[in-house]
């Protein structure tokens, strides 16, 4: 086998689809390539952008909670006398700032923005699982339509072997038995094709969902599919792969950090807050007493809040540090789960290249062979039509498997891009 594995699949899209048949409206996706499909999720999927714009919403909260608090402005007006020694106090107005300690701000818009980072990384999960929703499907939809031109074959095969045996009965070399068994054979292939037309349209239903819009089967062109070996890469190149790419590997280093900068504002919380404020006095001229010259007068004031509540600032900075220590308990089970999946998934396709050498080289080449002679010996009279629809159902038989290791492998693969966190394998043979 080649160091790099293709294999190219033309995938005929169903039965019964003349070239002249009435095209799909023009906001219909025809099924035809992969990349279009995932293109048009991540542009059209709902699901997707709802969540795009909860972390938008989520990207506003920074500015928010890092702001000063709005100021407070009082007034006070004296319905009675107030007599002061500048003379008559009428009014009082006063505006006071809150003040956070210098630094708690700052630390609460940072926790803002990192849930906004996180928030967005949920949103590329949500991305990768849905395009591995619609690969699984697309490969599925190959899988069918291969089926489907095989049982065409298979019955093609059997009216030209019905012919032969409805030939050699007109003349008494053959028995009605065979011409029944053919017809019996065509048939129960005929309930096979609706059965696979029912579960390709539940497929395509799939797809329609994804991406939000209506899809079609129906086109006159065939469907090429290039399926790459996977790189004989080292399990631990993968793994470091998958936690520089994954977003749920994204999502706990940005937690981690977001914990970090919880436990300095836990700790910032055991400092003072203060108020400032400005008092303006308006003060009207009175003869009581006699020197009371009616200036106006400001007074400028500062308050400090005390963090006494110890008990409570300290359960609060140990939830902090609870929090940190859940996420390297995630980050732990995050990168021993990559490892055995990884694991896992490459043992997976290893043993489905090993299962198509084997269809490749001996099974489908052993049934081709056995077909073959079994049809001279048939010709010749040295068997019974039996034997020859035996051998060509054990043939027909041996392409189905073989295009079943293939669907298997192509979503296998699916799943291994899912895991290391790129759209395509060619991105890691590229590289």
């Not at 539940?202 to 079609?216: H, I, M, R, W, Y």
């Not at 200036?295 to 110890?310: D, E, H, T, W, Y």
């Not at 020859?388 to 492998?409: I, N, P, Q, S």
């Amino acid at each position: 086998m080649s160091p790099h594995l293709r294999l190219v699949f033309l995938i005929w899209l169903g039965p019964g689809l003349a070239l002249g048949q009435k095209a799909p409206p023009t906001d219909t996706l025809r099924i035809l390539h992969l990349d279009q499909i995932i293109e048009t999720i991540q542009v059209s999927n709902p699901d997707i952008k709802a969540s795009k714009l909860a972390s938008d919403a989520l990207a506003t909260k920074g500015i928010q909670v890092s702001s000063l608090p709005d100021p407070t402005i009082m007034l006070n007006v004296q319905p009675f006398p107030v007599y002061t020694a500048r003379g008559t106090q009428r009014s009082q107005f006063r505006v006071e700032q809150a003040v956070p300690f210098p630094g708690k701000l700052g630390l609460k818009g940072e926790i803002a923005d990192l849930g906004a980072v996180i928030s967005s990384y949920g949103t590329d999960v949500l991305e990768d699982d849905l395009i591995l929703r619609a690969k699984f499907a697309f490969y599925e939809i190959y899988r069918l339509q291969r089926h489907e031109i095989l049982i065409h074959e298979f019955q093609n095969k059997l009216r030209d072997f019905e012919s032969i045996a409805a030939a050699q009965y007109e003349v008494g070399r053959g028995m009605q038995q065979a011409i029944l068994k053919a017809q019996l054979e065509r048939n129960t292939l005929s309930k096979a094709l609706l059965d696979l037309a029912w579960q390709r349209k539940s497929a395509a239903e799939t797809v329609a969902k994804l991406v939000n819009g209506p899809v079609s089967l129906s086109t006159p062109t065939n469907i090429e599919i290039t399926v790459p070996e996977l790189p004989d890469l080292d399990e631990l190149v993968l793994l470091s792969m998958a936690l520089k790419n994954r977003p749920e590997s994204n999502a706990l280093d940005t937690s981690a950090e977001r914990a970090d900068v919880s436990i300095d504002l836990a700790k910032k919380l055991f400092l003072p807050d203060f108020t400032f404020s400005v008092s303006y006095f308006d003060v009207a001229k009175s003869d009581i007493p006699p020197n009371a010259d009616g200036k106006n007068a400001l007074a400028l004031g500062i308050s400090v809040k005390v963090p006494l509540q110890r008990g409570r600032l300290k359960a609060r900075l140990q939830e902090a540090r609870l929090q940190r220590n859940r996420v390297d308990l995630g980050i732990e089970s995050l990168v021993t789960g990559f490892r055995t999946r990884i694991s896992d998934i490459v043992s997976r396709t290893r043993e489905d290249v090993r299962q198509f050498e084997l269809y490749q080289q001996t099974l489908i080449p052993q049934a081709e062979t056995t077909l073959e002679a079994t049809l001279i010996a048939y010709t010749t009279g040295r068997t019974d039509f039996l034997n020859l629809l035996d051998a060509e159902r054990v043939l027909f038989m041996v392409h189905t498997g073989y295009e079943d290791v293939v669907a298997r492998y192509l979503k296998t693969i699916a799943v291994l891009e899912r895991e290391l966190g790129i759209i395509s394998i060619s991105d890691l043979i590229d590289n």
